[in-house]
Structures are given as C-alpha cells and as structure tokens.
C-alpha cells in the first residue's frame, strides 16, 4: 500500500507541530522517521493513523484520501506505547480483540484460526493464556504486534516498538520485524531515536527536525551525502569543529589540525568563507609524534577495536582505531583523513 501525505500542518497552541510535510512511501516499503525528541514524529503517525487530524494538508493511502475516514476503517495496524495491551485479557483475547470489535466480526472457529496462526508467526504460540503481566517485555511487543496484524493491515505504524527493552532483546526483535514485514509484504513506517535502529532497518529514512522533514534518503545515501549540517551531526557521531574554506582546502579555526585538500573531502562547503567541518569517529589519524596536539582523556574498548577522547585545542573529540598504546594522559598528533564541511551562515 502505498502513502502520499501532502502538506500536513499541525499546531498545539502556538506552537507548530508539523510544518508542511510531505511524504511518499511506496507500496512494501520500509520507512523510519527519526529525530530528536519533540521533531514531530508521533504527531506524524498519529495523523496517518487517524488518531489525530491535520489542520492542513492531505494523506491518502493508495490513492484514497483518507480524511474523512475514521481510524477503525482504515485497515492501519498500529503498536503504540499509549496502546499498550489490555492487562486483563489474556494474550490470546488481546489478539482477537481487533477482529472482534469490526464491524462484521468473523465467525468464533475463523478468529481462534487466525490468532492462533498469528501467535505461532510471532513465536509466543505457547503463552495464549497468559496474561500480559505474565510474560516478558520482549513477548509483550510481540503480542502487541501479533494484535496489530490480525486486522490485516495495509500499513503498519510503530511508535518506538522497541523503545523499553534492552539492547540484545532489541536486535534480535529487529531482525525478527524485518523478515515479518518482508515475508507478509507489508507497507511500514516506524518512529524511532535510536539511529542505528532506522539505519538497519528502513529503506529509506525521513530525518524530522522542528515539525520538518530535513532529508529523506536510503541509509546509506544519508550517511554519504548528508544535506545540511543538523543531519551531519545528528548521525554518526562526528565532531563538529570551526573551519575555514578557500575554495581548495579546508582550514581548522579552533583546534591545530593540519588543512584538509578538497580531495579529502566527502562534501565541500559551496563558497569560500566560514565553515563547519564534521569528522567521525574512524575519520582520524593518531600518531605518536615529537609534535604533538592532543591530550588522552580517557580510553574504552569497543567491538571494533578502542576508543579514544582526546582534547585538542578548546574541543574534546572521539577517535575509534583498531588499536593504539596510548593511555590517559599521554599526548599525541591528531589529523584528519576524512571530513564533511558545510557553509556556515
Ligand atoms: N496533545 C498535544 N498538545 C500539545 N502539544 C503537543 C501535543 N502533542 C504533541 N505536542 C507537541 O508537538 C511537538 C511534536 O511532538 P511529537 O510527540 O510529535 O514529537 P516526537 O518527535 O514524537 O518526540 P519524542 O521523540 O519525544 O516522542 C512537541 O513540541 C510536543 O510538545
């Protein structure tokens, strides 16, 4: 099922909740919103979800416009924190809940069928007559899921699916939602903060900001060519540091780093003038040098290797390398291999 919203406005008092969004999402597709807490993102799927109303703008899902349409007709699964299940119902009730309260329910046989079958999809067949307070907080997303599946849906909405479980249930519930949503040849749009969340997961991901959406991209094109300097920074960690850019090398104002040449630009500021130049964390060079430029402030090991902070100038930067002897307290010469630089002003 394929999603058009067209110049959505949304406003709470004063204050502008969505600004003129605009969205596309293709049928089967795989969309994240993320972005800072308070960018928009749940008013965004509320509005899809026909729990709330836009004051301007359209959506309409495959073609159909849907303002008009209550939330209960729109055929949209949703698994929203507010939505948690029903503490008295057993799993299996809470399951069959949505098919029972439709407007023409389907036959007793057909909804033990088709809940049973959604509980074994979602691998919690065994816990039917448990109550939600009686399984973990992984099995109860699952169940949430399983209830949000069993009208059916043309499009599945997410808010924060994962938002309350620890990191290892997380990613194995994340895996577990891709191959469901590729396998039932859903249409989904799911909210996140967590970037890593959207970036292995999505297609393509909407970057919000203040009720906007700044970029809207495939991962990877997000982490390539990031637009502008908020979405720069807003992914993958990279310092942020005062530049200088005269149309052939970038030069850093604040701390005493060596200049960049273009060449070692992913992305070149569009003028000469001030700058603001990002460097991520695999993006440095450190070597034990006569001359040095940094400080070791602290050192933890990672998947990858080991992670650095290091104060150069007035700035604290992060610097991830397969391995290094350096200790807190030693000094050492930073540079930079890589760096996105953006026009300032
Ligand atoms: N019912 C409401 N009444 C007043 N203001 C609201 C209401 N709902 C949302 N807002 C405001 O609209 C803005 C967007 O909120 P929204 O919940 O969509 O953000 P979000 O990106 O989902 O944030 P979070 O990541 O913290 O959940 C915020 O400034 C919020 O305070």
């Given at each position: 099922?394929?999603?058009?919203?067209?110049?959505?406005?949304?406003?709470?008092?004063?204050?502008?909740?969505?600004?003129?969004?605009?969205?596309?999402?293709?049928?089967?597709?795989?969309?994240?919103?993320?972005?800072?807490?308070?960018?928009?993102?749940?008013?965004?799927?509320?509005?899809?979800?026909?729990?709330?109303?836009?004051?301007?703008?359209?959506?309409?899902?495959?073609?159909?416009?849907?303002?008009?349409?209550?939330?209960?007709?729109?055929?949209?699964?949703?698994?929203?924190?507010?939505?948690?299940?029903?503490?008295?119902?057993?799993?299996?009730?809470?399951?069959?809940?949505?098919?029972?309260?439709?407007?023409?329910?389907?036959?007793?046989?057909?909804?033990?069928?088709?809940?049973?079958?959604?509980?074994?999809?979602?691998?919690?067949?065994?816990?039917?007559?448990?109550?939600?307070?009686?399984?973990?907080?992984?099995?109860?997303?699952?169940?949430?899921?399983?209830?949000?599946?069993?009208?059916?849906?043309?499009?599945?909405?997410?808010?924060?699916?994962?938002?309350?479980?620890?990191?290892?249930?997380?990613?194995?519930?994340?895996?577990?939602?891709?191959?469901?949503?590729?396998?039932?040849?859903?249409?989904?749009?799911?909210?996140?903060?967590?970037?890593?969340?959207?970036?292995?997961?999505?297609?393509?991901?909407?970057?919000?900001?203040?009720?906007?959406?700044?970029?809207?991209?495939?991962?990877?094109?997000?982490?390539?060519?990031?637009?502008?300097?908020?979405?720069?920074?807003?992914?993958?960690?990279?310092?942020?540091?005062?530049?200088?850019?005269?149309?052939?090398?970038?030069?850093?104002?604040?701390?005493?780093?060596?200049?960049?040449?273009?060449?070692?630009?992913?992305?070149?500021?569009?003028?000469?003038?001030?700058?603001?130049?990002?460097?991520?964390?695999?993006?440095?060079?450190?070597?034990?040098?006569?001359?040095?430029?940094?400080?070791?402030?602290?050192?933890?090991?990672v998947s990858r290797g080991v992670r650095l902070e290091l104060s150069i100038g007035e700035y604290v930067v992060e610097v991830e390398l397969p391995a290094s002897p350096l200790r807190p307290g030693e000094r050492c010469q930073l540079g930079v291999t890589a760096a996105r630089a953006y026009d300032v002003g």
């Amino acid at each position: 099922m394929s999603v058009l919203v067209r110049g959505v406005e949304r406003r709470f008092g004063a204050s502008a909740a969505l600004r003129a969004v605009d969205l596309t999402v293709s049928a089967g597709e795989f969309v994240a919103l993320l972005g800072p807490s308070g960018s928009g993102k749940t008013t965004l799927l509320r509005i899809l979800a026909g729990l709330d109303i836009a004051d301007a703008g359209t959506v309409s899902i495959d073609g159909e416009d849907m303002t008009h349409i209550p939330a209960r007709l729109r055929r949209i699964g949703f698994v929203f924190q507010h939505y948690a299940l029903f503490r008295h119902m057993t799993i299996f009730e809470n399951v069959a809940f949505g098919l029972r309260i439709r407007r023409e329910p389907p036959r007793e046989a057909e909804i033990v069928q088709r809940v049973n079958g959604l509980l074994e999809r979602v691998q919690i067949a065994e816990l039917a007559r448990r109550r939600p307070d009686q399984i973990s907080g992984g099995q109860r997303q699952r169940a949430a899921l399983a209830r949000a599946l069993a009208i059916e849906p043309r499009l599945l909405l997410l808010d924060e699916p994962f938002g309350a479980l620890d990191a290892e249930v997380r990613k194995g519930l994340r895996r577990w939602l891709r191959d469901l949503h590729r396998d039932l040849g859903l249409t989904s749009l799911f909210v996140t903060h967590d970037q890593e969340e959207a970036m292995e997961l999505a297609d393509r991901v909407a970057i919000m900001r203040d009720g906007q959406i700044v970029q809207y991209d495939t991962p990877e094109a997000l982490m390539d060519r990031p637009v502008n300097a908020f979405v720069a920074g807003f992914l993958g960690d990279a310092a942020r540091l005062p530049a200088e850019w005269d149309g052939t090398s970038l030069h850093f104002s604040g701390a005493q780093l060596p200049s960049l040449p273009a060449s070692a630009l992913r992305l070149a500021p569009t003028r000469p003038g001030p700058a603001v130049a990002f460097i991520r964390p695999h993006e440095w060079s450190v070597t034990a040098q006569e001359e040095t430029n940094a400080t070791v402030r602290s050192r933890h090991p990672v998947s990858r290797g080991v992670r650095l902070e290091l104060s150069i100038g007035e700035y604290v930067v992060e610097v991830e390398l397969p391995a290094s002897p350096l200790r807190p307290g030693e000094r050492c010469q930073l540079g930079v291999t890589a760096a996105r630089a953006y026009d300032v002003g």
